[in-house]
């Protein structure tokens, strides 16, 4: 196991259409965040999970967005009808269980365009 | 409201200066990490701070953590080329796991 790992790295799609990332985190560790990051800012936190439990959405997340991590091990980040602001990098990240330290390991994210 | 605001933004300096990144809250923190980023790539991890009051050096890079743990900051001394990008601190406010990034802070080093 090399790391956190995206899929896709980049994907450009049409305003209106459905589109689906996928994060295979580091495989002992049972924490995985998803966060939405523009050009020059700091990473917006979107969501996390503890194993196979969501435990919070930021709440500027719209009910668009929606995030699952079935077995714990990989997630998925779904946008539906995507819009031309959705537009950024979308990246994951995991964190061992480790109590007062969270430390995250980031895969490559992945960029969406909106056309 | 963003929890960690750093300063400065930008910076943008030449090869052999000293710089210091700043990052603060008004919420404690259990622990703070300092991240940095290059265009199209996730952050990588440099450092974890714990315990308020703590040093924590990598070679040329020095880390603070504030007596309160609301605070921290990055003094790079003699910088180089290659320590441009983008600098992040990130924290989980205490008592939770939730892992949120600073505002960032863009390092430009020229030659």
């Known amino acids: 196991d090399t790391g956190v790992s995206q899929d896709p790295r980049h994907k450009i799609t049409k305003r209106g259409q459905n589109v689906t990332f996928r994060c295979d985190p580091i495989s002992e560790h049972n924490r995985l965040y998803w966060y939405r990051q523009t050009l020059g800012q700091g990473p917006e936190f979107l969501t996390y999970?503890?194993?196979?439990?969501?435990?919070?959405k930021s709440r500027l997340l719209s009910d668009r967005f929606s995030a699952e991590r079935p077995k714990g091990s990989f997630s998925t980040l779904e946008i539906q009808r995507t819009e031309q602001g959705d537009s950024a990098m979308y990246l994951c990240a995991s964190s061992p269980d480790r109590a007062m330290n969270t430390e995250a390991f980031f895969g490559q994210g992945t960029r969406l365009t909106v056309v | 409201t963003q929890l960690l605001e750093q300063s400065p933004q930008f910076l943008s300096i030449q090869e052999g200066e000293n710089l210091t990144v700043y990052c603060n809250s008004s919420s404690v923190f259990s622990s703070l990490q300092w991240y940095r980023q290059e265009p199209g790539e996730g952050p990588v991890l440099l450092v974890t701070v714990v315990t308020g009051g703590e040093v924590k050096k990598l070679k040329r890079l020095t880390f603070q953590f504030g007596d309160a743990r609301k605070d921290s900051s990055l003094h790079i001394t003699a910088a180089q080329p290659g320590d441009t990008g983008l600098y992040l601190c990130a924290g989980a406010p205490y008592n939770t796991d939730k892992l949120i990034f600073g505002t960032g802070t863009r390092l430009q080093v020229f030659p």
């Open positions: 999970f503890q194993n196979e439990a969501q435990l919070e």
